[in-house]
């Protein structure tokens, strides 16, 4: 599982990172060549030959070539009322497919589908992704499928009953071929703000108004997912639990209060902890002047490297929210996005359109040609992204 490092003393460090941030993106080439990780070599997009020892991360790496690599980093859309669009997303040799709309197939009927894909990838298998969090948030309503209660009515159901529903959820999604979900929801909106909260307290996706409540619960759908091997994903981090718009459908979104101390963050750490999964966290595209004045979460190194992967101790997987129609990042030129993200830490771009794509990959490429710490950070990523594949079983 991702390894936890001591929580509050990093934290404390982290704080001290914020005001570094008002000098932006202009200068997060900088930042990245002081990045903590150890680095991999620069020449991250070449192939290399796998030696006989290697393992099937290496093994994996010197299968693809320069441009496959970097596609490894993208979870593109595929929408529900068109799965033929599938095909085409496969053959760019992306890491994976987001599922997205709404769909009355039963597992079958969508495993027919995803089971295509999955064989006409001649690299590492794909992510298959999907949000089925519950209430108003479900993309499966098929037979098959358990029409699941909100989030605020699973937050009241006892441990074992809220794991054995997570469990349900996951041989269900499983069987249709999907291996990740897009949930659970570790935002922590404060009681009685649940009306001015759009995104998630205005349609009951909180599982409660404490970080205690929230993480215990995500805690408990997160180990009911993974043991059915659908790899859980704890979002936004590092919180949506104070902002007043969504995302998704406005611009300069900003939660003022969230600190690196704050509940909404230690919702997440506490989930980390209770777990005994290895989940996604997906971020927010919201920004937190106390956390990085300057830049969206997504985008901010503070935060992603800062604050999630030094002060909270998480080493996995750390994908974006859609960085191809959220009026969040309409502001910002769709490879510099891509860049953006990967440069503050993240590993996987998620993309509801699929149109970008070609584009992201581009400047993805170009970028880690002139500067070679980026590179590294690519390489990184890449790294990151196959051996969560290798523990899901999709390295082949």
């Known amino acids: 599982m991702p390894i936890r490092g001591p929580l509050l003393p990093a934290l404390a460090c982290v704080a001290l ?5 008002g000098c932006a993106s202009t200068e997060t080439r900088t930042a990245a060549s002081t990045a903590s990780r150890t680095p991999s ?4 997009a070449s192939p290399e030959a796998a030696s006989p020892a290697a393992g099937p991360v290496d093994a994996a790496l010197a299968g693809l070539d320069r441009r496959e690599r970097i596609a490894q980093l993208f979870v593109t859309g595929v929408p529900l009322d068109d799965l033929a669009r599938g095909e085409a997303v496969v053959r760019e040799q992306v890491g994976g497919v987001f599922l997205h709309g709404r769909s009355s197939a039963a597992p079958d009927e969508l495993a027919a589908h995803t089971s295509a894909w999955q064989e006409a990838v001649t690299g590492p298998g794909l992510w298959v992704a999907a949000d089925q969090e519950g209430g108003l948030v479900q993309t499966f309503k098929g037979p098959g499928f358990e029409r699941l209660p909100t989030a605020v009515e699973q937050g009241h159901l006892p441990d074992p009953e809220l794991r054995a529903l997570g469990e349900r959820l996951g041989a269900a999604m499983r069987a249709a071929g999907v291996n990740v979900n897009l949930a659970p929801v570790v935002d922590v909106v404060p009681a009685g703000t649940e009306a001015g909260n759009e995104p998630i307290g205005s349609v009951d996706r909180q599982y409660g108004s404490t970080a205690a409540e929230v993480a215990t619960a995500a805690a408990a ?7 059915q091997d659908v790899v859980p994903t704890l979002k936004h981090f590092p919180g949506l ?4 718009a969504n995302t998704d459908t406005s611009a300069d979104v900003v939660d003022p209060v969230t600190g690196p101390d704050d509940e909404q963050v230690s919702a997440f750490a506490d989930a980390l902890g209770r777990s005994s999964a290895e989940p996604f966290v997906m971020m927010s595209s919201a920004v937190y002047p106390r956390l990085d004045p300057a830049n969206q979460a997504a985008f901010s190194r503070p935060v992603v490297t800062g604050l999630l992967r030094e002060g ?3 080493d996995g997987v750390v994908i974006s929210d859609d960085l191809a129609n959220a009026d969040a990042v309409e502001g910002v ?6 860049v953006r993200f990967l440069e503050a830490g993240g590993t ?4 509801v359109d699929a149109e970008p794509v070609a584009e992201m990959i581009d400047a993805v490429a170009a970028r880690a040609d002139e500067d070679p710490a980026f590179a590294a950070l690519v390489d990184d990523a890449v790294r990151t992204t196959l051996a969560a594949k290798e523990a899901a079983g999709l390295l082949r």
């Open 333 to 338: 030129p769709p490879g510099e996005r891509a």
């Open 17 to 21: 990172l914020a005001p570094l941030a």
């Open 348 to 351: 996987l771009v998620l993309t």
């Open 41 to 44: 070599p620069p020449d991250a």
């Open 241 to 244: 639990g104070r902002v007043q």
């Open 221 to 227: 759908v997160a180990d009911g997912l993974a043991g």
């Open 312 to 314: 909270l101790g998480f």
